[in-house]
């Protein structure tokens, strides 16, 4: 019998938690409930999980210091829950290792196309991706580039395989949005996908790829291109 992924839950609102839950029991998914940072945290490092549901307003620490804290032994998937009104700790969130977000108030179909299509790119077999000098693995998240190997977050190393398989073409910022977060979503949308790449070649320069790799298409989104 195939394990079912683990989820761990995060949200100080016993209503949001029971309606993630019920959400995620209704999957066929393994979940874990807490209310607290403290409480996360030593859930996390005691236990197995595929995927966090993270909001950004805990009473202790924040998710966002929490996500942080996650980030700096683990590249598992988080999603972040953040007020609708709430942008600047969503986008903190996300400059912090968020994979992606969800606003409040939220549906339970979007919470489970959401946590669906993560778990689904994580279990799914993908070919090695070798271009420009870098190999990127989509299943482990590794990059090399002349001998030297890192760990990506998950949406980083999906932008970077995206970008990577259309060598020479622009890439526009709906077909990243509906390729790696699998959302059509216009509000905040760009400022996601802004911040994954900052993120990104913040990364790449770290083990040396030069700093123009990336470019940005003004207005349209981003390529990749060969250098000549």
Known sequence: MIEQPRVLVVDDEAQVRAII???LDTT?????????????????????????????MLPDTSGIDLCNRIR?????????????????????????????????????REVGLRVDAILRRQSGVAPVIEAVGIRANTITGEITYRDTTIVLP??????????????????????????????DEAVGGREMVRITIHRLRN???EIGVRPDLIETVRGTGY???EQS
């Not at 590249?75 to 994979?99: F, Q, T």
Request: proline fraction near 3%; charged fraction near 20%.
């Open 21 to 23: 839950c019920y959400v």
């Open 28 to 56: 066929g998914y393994q979940w874990e409930e807490v209310a607290t940072s403290t409480d996360a945290w030593t859930s996390f490092i005691s236990g197995t999980f595929d995927l966090v549901i993270l909001d950004v």
């Open 72 to 108: 700096q032994v683990s590249s598992i998937p988080i999603i972040l829950l953040s007020a609708l009104s709430d942008e600047d700790h969503r986008i903190a969130g996300l400059e912090a290792g968020a994979d992606d977000y969800i606003t409040k108030p939220f549906s339970p």
């Open 154 to 183: 998950a949406m980083e190393i999906r932008v970077l395989a995206t970008l990577l398989r259309t060598l020479n073409r622009t890439v526009t910022f709906s077909h990243l949005l509906s390729t790696v977060w699998n959302t």
């Open 203 to 205: 990364h790449l320069k």
């Open 223 to 225: 390529r990749v291109r």
